[in-house]
């Protein structure tokens, strides 16, 4: 930077050299150090530029990491959801197929019971 200060002093006193009044080469000379100024590639500008894309990025990935995970744990919570529905519909099932096979088993000892009592008398 102090080496564009130097060049725009160099200007402004080739600028009087060449028939500029002192009031011109001065306006000049602020109006090139003013574009220098605002469109320069500074290391701060460039810093500055870097740090605020890197967070959009930041922000934008972890936006869409957020999506993403709210996605499967709603796809987890369904499962859950039919998971109990399963277990509950297999507990109904064990206790079905517990009252039938305890039905067959007193049946069958009603059976033998009878044939048993028809022997007997």
Do not use: C
């Not at 990935?61 to 959801?81: A, C, P, W, Y």
């Amino acid at each position: 930077m102090k080496q564009a200060a130097e060049e725009i002093v160099d200007m402004s006193r080739s600028l009087e050299a060449s028939g500029f009044e002192r009031r011109q080469a001065d306006a000049l000379v602020k109006a090139i150090a003013t574009s220098i100024e605002k469109f320069a590639a500074t290391p701060d500008r460039l810093r500055n530029i870097l740090e605020e894309s890197q967070q959009k990025l930041y922000d934008r990935i972890t936006g869409e990491m957020n999506q993403r995970f709210d996605d499967v744990s709603k796809r987890l919570d369904d499962t859950h959801h039919r998971m109990d529905a399963m277990r509950e519909d297999q507990r109904a099932d064990a206790s079905r197929l517990f009252t039938l096979v305890l039905s067959m088993a007193l049946g069958m000892a009603g059976v033998v019971g009878g044939l048993i009592v028809d022997r007997l008398f």
